[in-house]
């Protein structure tokens, strides 16, 4: 908001001080005041610009432009000793300037991410490790409340970065008329106040937005993209998206399904069947975490525990079902 302030005074300002001075001869105070607001608005969106820049990208292109107006110099010293006339030699010299300048700036931003502003001292220390390594998360990972267990766990190291526009959205999820919408949007609020609550995690509410964009999922890729940081989520379509942009993806679906354990044919486990089948005479039970057991002539057995031996496991898009068969060198039936 003080930001907003200070730039609708800077325009007020500029426009105030061209319609009394009259610049470039403009009798019409008016006509000045309007060319004065429109300069101070290019200004403004320059330093929009600059600010969105990463700071490796900034001193490039300040290197850059430098370097490129001591060459312009160096040419207007040899193109004032030509033999042209005044008003060639000024506007060669202008045009020198410009170019010099311009290409200095766009090499030297373009070219920026080859630095490293670590190796000229620890006053680049902080920005570059705490936004490289930060961890934005999108509205999906915070309402599915594992991210809070593996935060805790120290498997989430680096910054988490909520921006202000998902809470904006749980927010909105929490308030809902639909119950089981409100019931999730609370637990995802419950989940960042349960995270900000452990000084082993650092959670920080970042005010960035984007407002020329409105999906949500844009955002968190620029604001990823701004940061240097990964996406944090287990939404399937965000992660696809994610890869096209080219932004690193932290995805926790891909990370239970690589810690579930690795069950080959012929092992033997105790199972509870739960329910029927979709073939006949099947039984369907699941291990702890969550993996889906089909066994063949169990369907007689719901509700009871029994020994099984693994004959194949199927890996499916939705995750890894297990076939077997009940154990015909155990007791079967346990309980």
């Known amino acids: 908001m003080d930001l907003i302030v200070l730039r609708l005074l800077f325009?007020?300002?500029?426009?105030?001080?061209?319609?009394?001075?009259?610049?470039?001869?403009v009798e019409n105070g008016w006509i000045g005041a309007i060319a004065g607001a429109l300069a101070a608005g290019a200004v403004i969106v320059f330093e929009l610009r600059v600010r969105a820049l990463s700071l490796r990208r900034l001193i490039g292109a300040v290197t850059g432009s430098v370097l490129g107006i001591f060459g312009a110099a160096l040419f207007c010293l040899v193109l004032r000793s030509a033999p042209l006339p005044n008003s060639t030699s000024a506007v060669l010299q202008i045009f020198v300037l410009l170019l010099m300048t311009y290409v200095g700036l766009l090499v030297g931003a373009s070219k920026g991410d080859l630095l490293n502003p670590a190796a000229l001292g620890t006053?680049?220390?902080a920005d570059r490790p705490s936004r490289r390594s930060a961890k934005v998360l999108d509205t999906s990972v915070i309402i599915d409340g594992r991210i809070a267990d593996i935060a805790e766990a120290g498997f989430m190291d680096g910054?988490?970065?909520?921006?202000?526009?998902?809470?904006r959205e749980l927010q909105t999820v929490a308030d809902s008329t639909d119950s089981s919408k409100r019931q999730r949007g609370r637990r995802g609020l419950d989940m960042l106040q349960r995270m900000q609550s452990?000084?082993?995690?650092?959670?920080?509410?970042?005010?960035?937005d984007f407002p020329s964009i409105r999906e949500v999922d844009l955002k968190l890729l620029e604001l990823a993209k701004k940061w240097e940081a990964k996406v944090v989520t287990n939404d399937f379509n965000l992660n696809k998206?994610?890869?096209l942009h080219h932004v690193e993806v932290l995805n926790i679906n891909d990370l239970a399904n690589a810690l579930k354990p690795v069950v080959l044919p012929g092992e033997r486990m105790n199972i509870l069947v739960l329910k029927e089948g979709k073939e006949y005479n099947q039984g369907v039970g699941y291990l702890d975490d969550g993996t889906m057991v089909v066994v063949d002539h169990a369907r007689k057995l719901i509700g009871k525990s029994i020994d099984i031996a693994v004959t194949s496991v199927l890996q499916t898009a939705s995750g890894k079902m297990i076939f077997g068969k009940l154990d015909e060198n155990g007791n079967g039936e346990v309980a």
């Open 198 to 208: 452990n000084a082993a995690i650092q959670v920080q509410i970042v005010p960035d």
């Open 11 to 25: 325009v007020a300002l500029l426009a105030g001080v061209c319609y009394f001075l009259h610049p470039f001869g």
């Open 123 to 125: 006053i680049f220390a």
């Open 241 to 243: 998206v994610a890869h």
């Open 159 to 167: 910054m988490i970065v909520v921006p202000e526009f998902v809470l």
